[in-house]
């Protein structure tokens, strides 16, 4: 994985709030929320949270009793999310996945989504959820299925590519969805000390007002923009803008209709 693989700073967070969290990440929210319905009482670690898209639909899930930690590496996006949410039950705290500073057996729950990918060492934040996971508790996380099963990404990866033949951006497809083996998954949890482990595959539909949306998102709101700015930094908008044509062409000038296929692990302690 790239140095800046995992950098979310400068303008890249609000991008990556306004553009993607609505047609990527906030269905799979809710979905993360509602398996959660169970829990009255203790307390739940996010990781990887981001701006706080699933923290918002924690905090509106759940009952006020439940404590929520939410914790991502990067201060920028915790910042923007601050602002956006705060709750009397939330606490935001920046933390690194693979190094958690909470004691053992100290959460009933652990949830990421979209976060494990970017771990440079899945065991060993695998192993840190095991440590923190009281007894009995659970650890939710959600991944990308593969990009061929999520056409909108797969289509700005490719003109991306196109750019620079000889020497392709390939953050896309090498860590938001470069972890979907489901055997893969299983056997690392597996390895990390989770015994009883459920993947299961989440389909989803949302709507973009345009393809400029999703282009700007993805090509500005995440790290595909450091990739492509390291090659031909006065070439960004107009990667942007063959992006949108690429949506355009596929979808039409007015509304996208973004399919989008996860999968949702549950591994128990």
């Not at 905090?59 to 999310?81: F, H, S, Y």
């Amino acid at each position: 994985m790239g140095a800046t693989d995992a950098a979310f700073a400068g303008s890249i967070p609000a991008i990556y709030e306004q553009y993607l969290g609505p047609l990527l990440f906030e269905p799979f929210a809710e979905d993360m929320a509602a398996r959660l319905h169970d829990v009255a009482q203790g307390r739940i670690l996010e990781t990887a949270a981001g701006t706080g898209i699933v923290t918002r639909a924690l905090v509106k899930a759940l009952p006020p009793g439940v404590e929520i930690v939410a914790t991502d590496l990067n201060q920028a996006m915790l910042d923007l999310a601050a602002k956006r949410l705060q709750a009397p039950n939330l606490k935001w705290q920046q933390a690194d996945a693979q190094k958690l500073p909470f004691e053992d057996a100290s959460f009933e729950v652990i949830v990421c989504q979209f976060g494990v990918m970017f771990f440079p060492d899945k065991l060993a934040a695998y192993r840190e959820a095991l440590r923190v996971l009281k007894p009995g508790g659970r650890f939710v996380f959600t991944v990308w299925n593969s990009l061929d099963r999520n056409e909108v990404s797969r289509i700005v990866s490719d003109v991306a590519g196109t750019f620079f033949p000889d020497d392709p951006p390939r953050f896309i497809e090498r860590v938001p969805f470069g972890y979907f083996d489901p055997d893969r998954i299983r056997g690392e949890v597996q390895q990390a000390g989770f015994e009883n482990v459920d993947i299961e595959v989440v389909d989803k539909v949302t709507q973009a007002p345009s393809p400029r949306e999703p282009a700007m998102g993805l090509c500005q709101g995440t790290p595909l923009r450091a990739e492509l700015e390291a090659r031909a930094p006065e070439r960004l908008e107009e990667i942007t803008a063959k992006a949108t044509e690429a949506l355009t062409s596929r979808y039409g000038a007015s509304a996208v209709e973004n399919r989008m296929s996860a999968l949702v692990v549950t591994a128990w302690r």
